[in-house]
Every structure is written in structure tokens, then in C-alpha cells.
């Protein structure tokens, strides 16, 4: 399904001018992108892939990074439609069944720039699922732990903040015969993440088994990241190589799927399109739940599309009537005050410099800002130390006129390379306090700390530059 297409002709009125616009990019999953840019849908076809003219033996063989393909162009695609148009029985060769709609009509747009990636269907509904399937199913058979076991684990890990809302499922016991975990994206991305927090305990160091998801992970982190750099997009070529080259030489049976081949071209993906995160399907597999969720309860097959247009109609306009439709940018909750001398010498002078002879402060249970919530004892990411970014827990939410500040804990970290994870230490004797703002943050996305033995936690759901 095609889930965002941006519209072919915007106008703006700006000094009196009209300012015309045309597609971006289109984002959709690969089946409905290479239906609407004329390639084979079906990924059994020798050439499937619409970023270069790889076959399905030369990838089983071949890295991307290597060179060896011939990315598809502007030129050499036309041609191969033209082609395709006189003599359909070329079609197979090139892998094009015939042109774009899109590219035909519009004088900016062409098939082989305007189709990104979609990370949620490549990995988190892709090649996550199937890999967390072949990696436990080899982990199970060595007895480092049983499916029922890791499904305990998994139930009775005690998920924190965000991570609740998305919590993974416990997995079917036929998961090794149908060769993948299933689950949404939401699930799987949680469970790749919180893996080794829920069972790493069992796995011996150095297993390849779990050092294939531990590579998986990483390349999760780095394709979801909102930002990146030259060194960032690097790194991320280097851990898909390496897991491509580990996942052959533990399991040379397996082949790779075309998803596998799909995430090769992430990083020269990101150079052309920014952080994948910003093309993804995701928003739209949300707003997708509301049709799925009145058709199953309508009971009405005649006209499916009329229905589902209709109550979305509805559904609009009631939300558009009501006052909190549109939320402003900064909601709090439970607002109390705080006299400034319960702070710190170090805190009050901080207050002090942005609000002089001030003498109480607003103090928030809880604040969403930009939709994204933080309360008392979540994680963010502050600064770096060595290279790696530096961890504060946030102790109490405080708001000075329209300014946000957290009155965090400074916390020491320590990476924990099995885990992936960051120890997060702090002298309870006597802990520091520090005031953080907002535009400090190395990413808005506040983390979860987690219990692992005697140790306090935090791992990673995104790849942060510091």
C-alpha cells in the first residue's frame, strides 16, 4: 500500500506569487513501490531490486558495497522502458514491467530517486523477525535457555515508560518452522532492543548467534537514527558488511532474503534522502489502524471504500470541532510549587541567572513536549565522555516562564559490549545535581533504565551522535 504522496502541485501565496511544487519521494512499502514504478512485484524475479541491477545468485554472493552492481540511472532506466514498451519479453531481464505514472508526469520527478527505502518493513517487519527466529531457535538448541523460559522472561520483565506501550508478545512455539517471530514493527523493534537485557544473562560471551543480533541491533539503531554524519553512515556500511559476513559463516544454509540486499543500500540511501526515519512507513501503518479497526467492526463488505471514507469524515470533523485538537507544545501535569532554596547552591544559581530574585518554581509531575513525554527517573542523553554520550536521570521537571528544565542526576557510564548497553553509576551517598535544557539533549527521546543483577542500565533504541 502507497502510504504518502506529497501533492504535484502546491501553491503558496507569498508576495503575490504562486510557488509550485512536485512529488518528493513516495513512501510505501516495497511491494506497493514497485507496482506504481513499473518494476516486478514479485521478488522471485532474477533482478528485483529498483536501487541496482543485482540478481538474486550475485547477491547470495556479493556485497553492494563492493561495486560490483550497476546502479539503476536515469538514462540506462528509460532506455530499459523503451525497450520493455517495443519487446514486453525483456521485461524479466531488466526487471521492469514498463514506466512510472509519476515519472511520466512530472518534469522533477523520476522512479529511480523517488522511491526510499522503508525501514519498518525491510527490518523491524523483515529481517528482524526472521533473524530473532533462526538466532534463538540455534541459542534453544545449544540449551542456553528454553522457549519457555525466554517467553517468561519476555512476560515478566518489568517494562518501563514508552517501552510499556510497545512491549513485545511472547513468541508462538512454532516460531522455528514458520522461520520467523511475526509481530508488528512495534513489538519487534522493542524486542531487539530489550533482548539482551531480558536474556542476555543466559548467553555465554562470544556466541555467534547472539552477536549476529547484537550486529542487528546496532544496524536498528543506526537506520532509525534522526541525524546523521559522514562517520555515522560509515559505521553503519561497516556493521551491515559484518553482519552480513557473520550471519553467512554461522549459518552458511541460510540464504539471504531480498530485504537483506535492500538494507546494503541504507547508507548511500541516507546520503540521497537524510535519516530514513523521515521516510518511513510507520505513521501511516498508525493512521492505518483506524480503517482496519472500523471495517472489522462495520461487518459491511459492499462498499468498502465508501464506508471507510465516510467514517473517517466523521471521525475528522469531530476531533477538528473539539478544543484540544490542535495541543500546544508544551503540556504539564500536576504543576506544584518549590521554593528555590530546596535546591542545590549550583541549581538555584542556575535559576537565578535566567529568572533574578526569584524565590519558587513550578515543579511538573510529568511534561509532553512536542507530543514527547518525560517524567522523574527517565534517561536522557546528555553531552559525550570518551566518545560515547553521557547519561542524567531526571529527577524533577521544572518551569521557568516558558522554559522547560530538568533538575537531573548525574550519572558516570560504562559500555557493556554483550549487552549493548550502557552501566549507568552514581554516588547515592552523595549525588550531584545539574540543570539540563532541552536543546542539550543529544536526542529528545528520554530512555528507560533498567535492573540487570546488581546494575542500573540503559540501552539504546537509536543510534545518538555526541
Not at 246 to 265: S, V
Amino acid at each position: 500500500m502507497i502510504w504518502l504522496l506529497w501533492s504535484n502541485m502546491v501553491y503558496m501565496w507569498r508576495s503575490w506569487e504562486n510557488v509550485k511544487g512536485t512529488v518528493l519521494y513516495v513512501a510505501a512499502d516495497n511491494l506497493a513501490a514497485h507496482s506504481l514504478a513499473g518494476f516486478f512485484e514479485n521478488f522471485m524475479v532474477d533482478r528485483f531490486c529498483r536501487f541496482c541491477m543485482a540478481t538474486r545468485s550475485e547477491m547470495q554472493a556479493t556485497e553492494v558495497n563492493s561495486g560490483a552492481f550497476e546502479p539503476r540511472t536515469i538514462d540506462t532506466h528509460n532506455q530499459q522502458v523503451q525497450e520493455v514498451k517495443q519487446d514486453p519479453t525483456v521485461a524479466k531481464r531488466y526487471g521492469v514491467k514498463g514506466g512510472c505514472v509519476l515519472t511520466d508526469s512530472l518534469e522533477h520527478f523520476h522512479v529511480v530517486r523517488g522511491y526510499p527505502p522503508d525501514i519498518l518493513h525491510d527490518l523491524l517487519e523483515g529481517i528482524v523477525p526472521v533473524e530473532l527466529s533462526l538466532c534463538i531457535s540455534d541459542m534453544i538448541s545449544k540449551k542456553y535457555f528454553s522457549i519457555e523460559t525466554l517467553n517468561h522472561a519476555i512476560k515478566t520483565f518489568e517494562y518501563a515508560f514508552h517501552d510499556k506501550t510497545d512491549q513485545p508478545q511472547p513468541i508462538a512455539h512454532g516460531f522455528s518452522t514458520k522461520g520467523t517471530i511475526g509481530g508488528n514493527g512495534h513489538e519487534n523493534w522493542a524486542l531487539i532492543t530489550l533482548l539482551p537485557l531480558i536474556i542476555g544473562h543466559k548467553v555465554p560471551e562470544g556466541d555467534n548467534a547472539w552477536n549476529i543480533l547484537l550486529l542487528l541491533k546496532d544496524i536498528v539503531e543506526l537506520a532509525v537514527a534522526t541525524k546523521h554524519t559522514e562517520e555515522s553512515v560509515h559505521f553503519l556500511d561497516c556493521k551491515v558488511s559484518e553482519h552480513r559476513d557473520l550471519l553467512q559463516t554461522t549459518f552458511p544454509d541460510f540464504r539471504l532474503r531480498p530485504k537483506h540486499h535492500y538494507i546494503e543500500h541504507y547508507p548511500e540511501m541516507i546520503k540521497a534522502f537524510g535519516p530514513l526515519s523521515d521516510v518511513w512507513t510507520m505513521r501511516f501503518e498508525g493512521k492505518h489502524k483506524f480503517f482496519k479497526r472500523v471495517i472489522r467492526n462495520a461487518h459491511n463488505f459492499k462498499n468498502v471504500a465508501l464506508t471507510l471514507a465516510v467514517k473517517h469524515q466523521k471521525m475528522m470533523a469531530y476531533y477538528l470541532d473539539t478544543s484540544s485538537f490542535f495541543k500546544p507544545s508544551i503540556e504539564m501535569d500536576k504543576v506544584t510549587t518549590a521554593s528555590i532554596t530546596s535546591y542545590p547552591e549550583n541549581v538555584q544559581q542556575v535559576f537565578c541567572q535566567r529568572v533574578p530574585q526569584l524565590t519558587s518554581v513550578l515543579v511538573a509531575s510529568s511534561v509532553y513536549v512536542d507530543g514527547i513525554r518525560y517524567c522523574a527517573d527517565m534517561i536522557v542523553a546528555v553531552g559525550s565522555c570518551a566518545g560515547l554520550p553521557s547519561f542524567r536521570q531526571i529527577k524533577q521537571i521544572v518551569a521557568l516562564n516558558t522554559e522547560i528544565l530538568f533538575v537531573c542526576k548525574e550519572m558516570t557510564a560504562w559500555y557493556h559490549e554483550h549487552l549493548r548497553s550502557f552501566e549507568l553509576i552514581c554516588d547515592s551517598s552523595n549525588p550531584s545535581l545539574c540543570v539540563v535544557q532541552l536543546k542539550e539533549l543529544n536526542d529528545v527521546f528520554p530512555l528507560s533504565a533498567y535492573r540487570y543483577g546488581d546494575n542500573l542500565v540503559v540501552t539504546l533504541r537509536r543510534y545518538i551522535l555526541c
